[in-house]
């Protein structure tokens, strides 16, 4: 049946696919099986990184608490992304994250897993993380964005019956974007 061709999680924002046709979501489905289709994000993580990279970890449920995901080497599914910095704030890092493969929470885990949860994350990034001697306004910032901070900002994929190539963007919502904001305000007051 036609539907939601892949997921965004909760609280996520961005581009979606959604198959008109059950021709179109076989397609579609049989696009990321094949690592295929192209998503893109955009995340602000904690901590600052010192570069790009690739996560090659596999992720499953986690052993005790349901709700959750994890890097899980011996029961998990692959699971590859990659990463690259787009601008680094004082204590926050803004990055690109493309998809190989499309596992719940993926990103998400991964980056924590890698000691960078991201921001505003209540599942794996727990509660509010606030630098050493944060100004006033970072606080306000950070605890005015009630969501992850992670957007699918870019899609490309092959049309289901021309197979022409098809590139969708979606800009930062305005949250994100005073986020971003906020992180480079507090970088410049404090270089």
């Known amino acids: 049946r036609a539907g939601i061709v892949h997921r965004l999680d909760q609280d996520t924002t961005g581009l979606l696919v959604v198959a008109k046709t059950l021709v179109a979501h076989n397609s579609l489905v049989s696009q990321i099986q094949e690592r295929a289709m192209e998503r893109q994000y955009c ?45 680094r704030f004082k204590h926050f890092s803004q990055i690109n994250v493309q998809l190989e493969t499309g596992r719940t929470h993926q990103i998400r885990v991964h ?24 100004t006033p306004d970072l606080v306000t910032g950070l605890e005015k964005f009630s969501r992850q901070a992670l957007h699918a900002g870019a899609l490309g994929l092959s049309h289901p019956v021309t197979s022409e190539t098809l590139n969708w963007k979606s800009p930062l919502p305005s949250d994100f974007a005073g986020l971003a904001k906020t992180l480079a305000e507090d970088a410049g007051s404090n270089a």
């Open 43 to 87: 995340a602000v993580c904690v901590g600052v990184m010192t570069g790009g990279g690739t996560v090659n970890q596999p992720i499953g449920r986690h052993p005790r608490y349901r709700k959750k995901m994890a890097v899980a080497p011996e029961r998990g599914k692959t699971a590859i992304t990659h990463y690259r910095i787009a601008r």
């Open 111 to 134: 980056m924590a897993h890698l000691g960078f949860p991201l921001v505003g994350d209540p599942l794996y990034g727990a509660r509010l993380q606030l630098p050493p001697k944060p």
